[in-house]
């Protein structure tokens, strides 16, 4: 039997040579393991819990019902992941906390879904983990477990190969340039690319300027990055950046960053001014470097055989509110981070600028092995036409 969801807690591969029903759906390329979750986000605010073994078990019943095996264990699996997901009712999971900008554009993309059909049909979001880490989500989503979620681009390179070209160091010079690349062609060809693996891109999502963050020392050059063991997303791609840059990529899920920062399991972390200040990673990380050495964006999926039980109008309905939902993203977005930034440097943290053209020149050789790709090749060139 698949043993993809075989646990709550641990996460047990197909294999890769396996006749099973994961056989076909993960690549060929090599995934990097993920780490025992030790514990959700400590920073995580109230709010209606979710019966996670039911998420679960319903996903394991998905892939028995694809490989045809299911029996009467099965079928209890299936219906119990009906009574968490209802009809007229679409999940949706973040791991970021209730107020992060990302739930809240979830939460309103819901209720113009539920404004628009009087009620007929509404989502119900989980934020904070409760359903998991990101990459649990995603499969959760593809085997119809979960209708949506909401995941990084990092955390989707191993296994959805196109997101890499908005995850490359340094392919964007700013905000407004991501901006301007998602909403054009590039966003649309990645958004596209979802739908031959079981999901449907419905939007994607500002994610800020990815920054290194520590508690041993400032940094400034490369160099000053040497022997520390920073956490990366499970990405091939980060893995290799910090390798290149002289430190010690540890990859852990975004839930197990601050106990791992507070027992010193790990040095240091990168990510945005947001995340840094609501998963209160200031509070054991007191030194932040100004790299912007990563743009990579969110993602909004839906899971495609939801998405195929819906009827046209809702269908239209969807995509319509998931496309609206972005500029309001964006405007929480913007708040967020200067609130963000200001809150932790009035906390005692300080920005250290550091030396961009070095960083950019051991980032360089990364960015043309992966042009070795034409998929990725053409999506970078839509990316630096509209720069």
Not at 218 to 244: C, H, N, Q, T, Y
Request: glycine share 8%; charged share 20%.
């Amino acid at each position: 039997m698949c043993t993809t969801f075989a646990s709550a807690r641990s996460r047990a591969w197909c294999s890769r040579d396996a006749e099973s029903c994961c056989a076909g759906l993960f690549p060929r390329k090599k995934r990097l393991p993920l780490r025992r979750e030790r514990g959700r986000s400590h920073a995580w605010k109230g709010g209606p819990l979710i019966n996670r073994r039911a998420v679960l078990l319903g996903a394991s019943a998905a892939c028995a019902r694809v490989a045809g095996l299911v029996g009467a264990a099965g079928a209890s699996a299936g219906a119990a992941a009906a009574q968490v997901n209802p009809a007229g009712v679409l999940t949706a999971s973040d791991v970021h906390v209730s107020d992060y900008p990302t739930v809240q554009a979830l939460r309103w993309m819901g209720d113009m879904i539920s404004r628009e059909t009087g009620g007929e049909l509404s989502m119900r979001v989980y934020h904070s983990g409760q359903l998991g880490r990101e990459n649990d989500t995603v499969d959760l989503a593809r085997f119809g477990a979960l209708d949506i979620t909401r995941i990084n681009f990092a955390s989707l390179n191993n296994t959805f190969p196109a997101t890499e070209a908005m995850s490359l160091p340094y392919v964007f010079d700013s905000t407004e340039h991501m901006r301007r690349a998602v909403d054009g062609a590039a966003g649309k060809a990645i958004l596209d690319a979802f739908e031959k693996r079981g999901l449907i891109g419905l939007a994607i999502y500002d994610s800020g300027a990815r920054c290194f963050y520590n508690h041993s020392r400032a940094v400034r050059e490369p160099g000053d990055l040497k022997g520390l063991k920073i956490r990366v997303p499970p990405s091939d791609m980060f893995v290799g950046l910090i390798r290149a840059l002289g430190a010690n990529p540890t990859p852990l899920s975004y839930g197990e960053i601050f106990s791992a920062l507070q027992t010193k399991l790990i040095d240091g972390a990168e990510n945005n001014w947001t995340t840094f200040q609501t998963s209160r990673h200031f509070e054991v990380a007191r030194f932040w470097s100004q790299s912007e050495h990563s743009y990579s964006p969110e993602a909004v999926l839906m899971s495609k055989r939801r998405f195929q039980k819906l009827t046209g109008r809702q269908q239209e309905l969807v995509r319509t509110a998931a496309a609206q939902s972005v500029p309001y993203m964006r405007t929480l977005w913007d708040s967020s981070e200067a609130q963000a930034r200001a809150a932790v440097e009035k906390a005692g943290i300080r920005a250290t600028p550091v030396n961009r053209a070095a960083f950019q020149k051991v980032a360089a050789p990364i960015v043309e092995s992966y042009m070795k790709d034409p998929q990725l090749q053409r999506i970078y060139q839509e990316i630096r036409a509209v720069a």
